[in-house]
Nanobody, 112 residues
Framework: QVQLVESGGGLVPAGGSLRLSCAASGIIVRYNIMGWYRQAPGKQRELVATVGISGSTNYADSVKGRFTISRDNAKNMVHLQMNNLKPEDTAVYYC??????WGKGTLVTVSS
């Protein structure tokens, strides 16, 4: 059974930073494409960042230069470091594993 558990969300002022974590079980992160997605109120879920099996990364244009996705193979975890946060980054952030598996999400709220 695959489980993805996000943590690290919270309330932060604009310009601040947060680090999201995704603890994976039942799936090996180093052998799967892992990603972070987000869904803001009234909007569709959108891609934030992915890390591939080779370690290659991909980012949404809106977060390039501010967010960094990383993978901890030893702990079977994926992280999302978010810097210079903006109010428009406010959303529920979801961890995705191997395309098919989703966590329950963690809320990030950025105040202006």
């Amino acid at each position: 059974q695959v489980q993805l558990v996000e943590s690290g969300g919270g309330l932060v002022p604009a310009g601040g930073s947060l680090r999201l974590s995704c603890a994976a079980s039942g799936i090996i992160v180093r052998y799967n494409i892992m990603g972070w997605y987000r869904q803001a109120p009234g909007k569709q879920r959108e891609l934030v960042a992915t890390v591939g099996i080779s370690g290659s990364t991909n980012y949404a244009d809106s977060v390039k230069g501010r967010f960094t996705i990383s993978r901890d193979n030893a702990k079977n975890m994926v992280h999302l470091q978010m810097n210079n946060l903006k109010p428009e980054d406010t959303a529920v952030y979801y961890c995705n594993g191997g395309i098919n598996y989703w966590g329950k999400g963690t809320l990030v709220t950025v105040s202006s």
